[in-house]
Nanobody, 127 residues
Framework: QVQLVESGGGSVQAGGSLRLSCAAS????????MGWFRQAPGKGRECVAT????????YYGESVKGRFTISRDGAKNTVYLQMNSLRPEDTAVYYC????????????????????WGQGTQVTVSS
């Protein structure tokens, strides 16, 4: 059983920065990819960024390209999301997720590909 625990959410003014962390644990944790998704009130869940675990290749949603950076520390089983130039429209609950069974990389931006999810952390950006 994989557990994902997010941290680092909070409130910030527009233009500010936050860094989210997601620590994965489990007796035999092994991921093909990890990602960050977000869900704003009244909206569906949106893929923000993902990273392939072995190749260390990042993928970004169009709305965050150039502002957010995803990275991972394999030794700590931790994935990070550095969020810069935050906007009010970035306000959402951010979820960490992991793919622990093989999926093609073309699926990494798709929510159904992920089989483990964290509880979420709130990010609020005020104007």
């Amino acid at each position: 059983q994989v557990q994902l625990v997010e941290s680092g959410g909070g409130s910030v003014q527009a233009g500010g920065s936050l860094r989210l962390s997601c620590a994965a644990s489990g007796r035999t944790f092994s991921a093909h990819a990890m990602g960050w998704f977000r869900q704003a009130p009244g909206k569906g869940r949106e893929c923000v960024a993902t990273i392939s675990w072995i190749a260390n290749s990042p993928y970004y949603g169009e709305s965050v390209k150039g502002r957010f950076t995803i990275s991972r520390d394999g030794a700590k089983n931790t994935v990070y999301l550095q969020m810069n130039s935050l906007r009010p429209e970035d306000t959402a609950v951010y979820y960490c997720a992991a793919i622990t069974r093989y999926r093609a990389s073309s699926e990494y931006m798709r929510e159904p590909a992920y089989d483990s999810w964290g509880q979420g952390t709130q990010v609020t950006v005020s104007s």
